[in-house]
């Protein structure tokens, strides 16, 4: 987050490639909650997002993966540009079955002049999650259970601390996420792509639960 008196124009990549990640659960025989491994088993470039998607529908439904699989994403890659291999100039999470699930909103990847793309807030209609709820959280290869203590700052809010410090606030990429608290008793603050529903294995224990709601307890405190 940084203060200034105008917010940066960011100009947005338009020649750009869309890369697929799909994910499988390691050992899913073995894989427990609170947290399990995962591994990427697909890779493909495609020139549309609706190629992409596409071929995200086909690998959803092959027989041979159902219960493994985890979770796919698209990013969206800008030619000639340094791009670390989590970012994208958008992100797309889809569950298990396919589905489309969530969408960054500020680019990870800075313009041909240097800039970031400006997050100008998520309205809380447009999380999946609120606080209190539990989640996954998927970090590289690890899955960690979680559970919500904030959600991303709105549009309002923005505005109302702009106002309050007497100067523009700009945020990025970095602030459109959730505050998570985890079972280990630490927070951090995870990408709106990078949490999900907890159903990929089976029912979550009972001790882990009330683990997650005593953090959440403690935070509100």
């Known amino acids: ?67 493994a699989r985890a979770y796919f994403f698209i990013h969206e890659i800008p030619i000639g540009t340094i791009c670390y291999h989590s970012y994208g100039q958008r992100v797309r999470s889809y569950t298990a079955d396919g589905k489309f699930y969530a969408e960054t909103k500020a680019s990870f990847v800075e313009d041909i002049n240097g800039n970031l793309e400006p997050f100008y807030g998520r309205e809380k209609d447009e999380c999946h999650f609120q606080p209190g709820d539990i989640v996954e959280v998927v970090r590289g290869d690890v899955v960690t259970l979680e559970i919500i203590v904030s959600l991303p700052i709105d549009r309002m809010t923005l505005e109302k601390k702009s106002l309050a410090s007497g100067r523009k606030i700009q945020l990025d990429f970095t602030d459109d996420g959730y505050t998570t608290q985890g079972y280990m008793q630490c927070h951090s603050h995870p990408s709106i792509v990078q949490c999900f529903p907890p159903n990929t294995l089976m029912k979550m224990p009972e001790d882990i639960i009330h683990t997650l709601k005593q953090a959440y307890a403690r935070y509100q405190d």
Request: charge should be negative.
């Open 1 to 67: 987050m940084s203060r200034c008196d105008t917010l940066v124009n960011y100009v947005r990549y338009d020649d750009v490639i869309y890369r697929l990640l799909g994910y499988l659960v390691s050992d899913i025989d073995d894989a427990r909650y609170p947290r399990f491994d995962i591994f990427l088993n697909e890779e493909i470039l495609f020139r549309s997002l609706s190629e992409a998607e596409a071929k995200i529908h086909e690998l959803a439904s092959l027989d041979e993966h159902i219960g």
